[in-house]
């Protein structure tokens, strides 16, 4: 049996491409082997591009590129999608990421940022959130509760900043789980008197070195003779 340039006859039956060739009909009637061809490599049809780059890949101006609708990755075209519709794979969800780390994944079959990022501008990008004293763009990138932007998260009015957690807590008078939620109760105006007020049992309450005072009742340090 003769086969076509490029091809070989396989159980003296019927012809087969050689590796690195894709049976194509050349012309309205004639039939041949053309040579597989990846992105920006010359072509004449688009199954070239198909059997390296997949089906969303097309034979544009003469060399193989993915169509208006998806993108190269890892030298396959897939349909692209932005945050929040549908995938069947992480490589689906493109961002126009250029060598920097993933930040969109296919989860339960639709795009989604990463953990501790957010979408922004319809879902085209993702944002890592911030956290308090950290750079920020807008509300949203603050997360957690009592923080607000201000160029950077910062605490609300009546809260507060607790270190150990790096987050802000609720200045209560009352009630509360750290001392820093007790420091509006210690001293008063433009007077306080740091350490005055802490968190004992969940209530705030003056320090033992501390005497409550005035109405309504703030805690003051103990003066000592000669202070």
């Avoid at 201000?150 to 809260?159: Q, Y």
């Amino acid at each position: 049996m003769d086969c076509p340039d490029n091809a070989f006859c396989r159980q003296s039956s019927y012809c087969v491409c050689k590796d690195g060739f894709v049976y194509a009909a050349v012309n309205g009637t004639h039939k041949g082997c053309l040579k597989e061809a990846r992105s920006n490599e010359e072509c004449v049809q688009h199954i070239q591009c198909h059997s390296t780059m997949g089906v969303h890949s097309a034979c544009t101006d003469g060399v193989c590129a993915c169509s208006a609708t998806a993108h190269l990755e890892e030298d396959r075209c897939y349909e692209t999608a932005v945050i929040g519709e549908r995938c069947q794979t992480d490589m689906n969800c493109y961002l126009g990421e250029m060598g920097l780390e993933r930040q969109a994944f296919c989860v339960r079959g639709y795009c989604s940022c990463q953990l501790q990022y957010s979408p922004r501008d319809n879902g085209t990008r993702c944002v890592r959130d911030a956290t308090l004293g950290e750079i920020c763009e807008d509300q949203l990138q603050c997360a957690g509760p009592g923080l607000e932007c201000r160029g950077t998260c910062r605490c609300r009015d009546k809260w507060v900043a607790h270190n150990d957690t790096n987050s802000c807590v609720e200045s209560l008078n009352d009630v509360c789980e750290y001392d820093v939620q007790c420091d509006s109760l210690a001293g008063a105006g433009g007077t306080k008197s740091p350490g005055a007020a802490l968190c004992l049992g969940g209530q705030c309450t003056c320090a033992y070195s501390a005497r409550a005072a005035g109405t309504p009742a703030r805690c003051w340090h103990r003066r000592r003779p000669g202070q």
